[in-house]
């Protein structure tokens, strides 16, 4: 019989968070998720606060993931449905958008002003290098987590050739994949 992908509920460890601590641990979370929220996100929900394990954050990122919107968005309101239910959500939800939205806006209106200055733009091209080295930190930290399986790097090479290297559309990409993976993997070992 295959294993649920997603357990239902916390670990009996872990207690449960309250929808205001699960808006202050996003808010924080945005807050210092410039250019990228999600190593954030692992380093705060995995490593500091345990509030998912290793394997949890790496399964409820993938259906994150695959769903509809800002895969963050999702996780976090998945951590707090799962903590707090739909009020979690909710929380969670704010906390993770509501201080990002009131920054925007007001660089927006800032850039307006002054987005053509030389150091402006010398400021975001770094930005962007210093984005892009955070989501690579990321991804080998869980790849590291992940169980030494030959299915796992299959389909992340094949994910990556058929996404980096061919540049087909991810969804079809994943819509290809994901069927045959949940086939490949819902089975355990006898």
Not at 52 to 66: C, G, V
Request: charged share 10%; hydrophobic share 55%.
């Amino acid at each position: 019989m295959p294993r649920s992908v997603l357990p239902p509920e916390l670990p009996a460890s872990a207690a449960p968070l309250r929808p205001s601590q699960l808006f202050m641990l996003f808010t924080q979370t945005s807050l210092l998720g410039f250019g990228g929220v999600l190593p954030w996100a692992y380093r705060f929900l995995v490593e500091r606060r345990k509030v998912l394990s290793k394997l949890e954050f790496a399964e409820l990122l993938a259906f994150a993931q695959i769903m509809p919107g800002p895969t963050i968005c999702n996780l976090a309101v998945i951590v707090g449905h799962r903590n707090a239910g739909l009020i979690g959500g909710l929380m969670s939800l704010a906390g993770m958008v509501t201080a990002p939205l009131v920054i925007v806006i007001t660089l927006g209106i800032a850039y307006r002003h002054y987005g053509n200055l030389a150091a402006v733009q010398q400021a975001l091209s770094g930005m962007s290098a210093v984005a892009a080295g955070l989501v690579a930190s990321m991804s080998l930290k869980m790849a590291r987590d992940l169980p030494r399986q030959w299915k796992n790097a299959l389909f992340a090479g094949l994910l990556f050739a058929g996404v980096g290297l061919m540049r087909w559309p991810l969804l079809a990409v994943i819509g290809v994949l994901m069927p045959v993976a949940l086939i490949a993997f819902g089975r355990k070992a006898e």
